[in-house]
């Protein structure tokens, strides 16, 4: 299937690894332009020696609005416009230990919350006026399987607000053309996984290949979803072929065996 992604303007934050980097590529795979954002120029370097087409480095860290048009205006100014927006600068997932209701801070939620819900605003808030004055345009926003489940209170807080973000987003600019969805991964294969493995295994006293197998049997496919295949998701919902989707947030973490969503 031809996505309709040649030539194609885009910009993903939070560019330099994982779920963003996989999109970025699969992006540029597609014949789009693909304008990476992230905080490190270093990093930006390596992430963009890795993305086969034509690119953009930007250096901006989404908590900072100015930083966050000046990136967006630099795009508008090269490329006459944005076509897709990618969403994935958020804080990573997992490691730390997770705080009790007693040693949770407010600045340990309102970290997250601004980083990832309102950063996702502050990008979509810089791109609109390029999207609404052609009439198109493709949001996808990065959330996470923790909206639907328990566990840990600024994790789940993040992504749901992160799915409301995105109906409302949704509702006010699809009369203008512009669909805005919300893609969920669960746990996902990047490069983070080694050292997570590596860590669980010490932990419970196993081998790192049983720690996997643990971390695969809580999917339905029974296996670790890549980044690169949360990416192919994500790229479909930024085409034109998409545009029968928008406002809802989608699974793409391998299936949560045991639950019905509807």
């Known amino acids: 299937m031809d ?38 120029a270093a990093d930006l370097d390596a992430a963009a020696a890795t993305v086969d087409g034509e690119t953009l480095r930007l250096t901006a860290d989404t908590t900072d609005d100015a930083a966050v048009r000046a990136a967006v205006d630099q795009v508008v100014a090269a490329w006459g416009g944005v ?10 997932a997992g490691g730390a230990a997770i705080p009790s209701l007693t040693d949770l801070t407010d600045d340990a939620v309102q970290v997250e919350f601004d980083t990832k819900v309102m950063g ?24 996470g399987l923790n909206a639907r489940r328990t566990g840990s209170i600024a994790g789940t807080i993040r992504n749901v607000a992160v799915a409301a973000l995105t109906a409302n987003l949704a509702d006010e600019l699809g009369p203008q053309g512009i669909n805005v969805t919300c893609v969920h991964p669960g746990l ?8 997570m493995l590596a860590d669980i295994a010490a ?5 790192e290949a049983e720690a996997r197998e643990g971390l695969a049997a809580t999917t ?4 670790v979803i890549t980044a690169a295949e949360v990416a192919d998701v994500v790229t479909f919902l930024t085409s034109p072929r998409a545009v029968a989707v928008t406002g809802d947030s989608l699974g793409a973490g391998g299936g949560q065996p045991g639950v019905v969503h509807y």
Do not use: F, H
């Open 188 to 195: 996902t294969d990047t490069e983070r996984t080694p050292g």
């Open 120 to 143: 996702y605003l502050r990008t979509t808030r810089a791109v609109a006026p390029s999207m609404i004055a052609q009439g198109a345009g493709r949001i996808v926003n990065i959330s």
């Open 83 to 92: 076509d897709v927006l990618v969403n994935a600068a958020a804080r990573p």
């Open 3 to 40: 996505l309709g992604l040649g030539g194609a303007r885009a910009i993903v934050t939070g560019a330099s690894r994982g779920i963003g980097l996989a999109c970025a590529q699969a992006l540029a795979a597609e014949g789009a332009r693909v304008a990476l954002v992230a905080r490190t």
């Open 203 to 207: 932990k419970q006293g196993i081998t």
């Open 220 to 223: 339905s496919l029974r296996r």
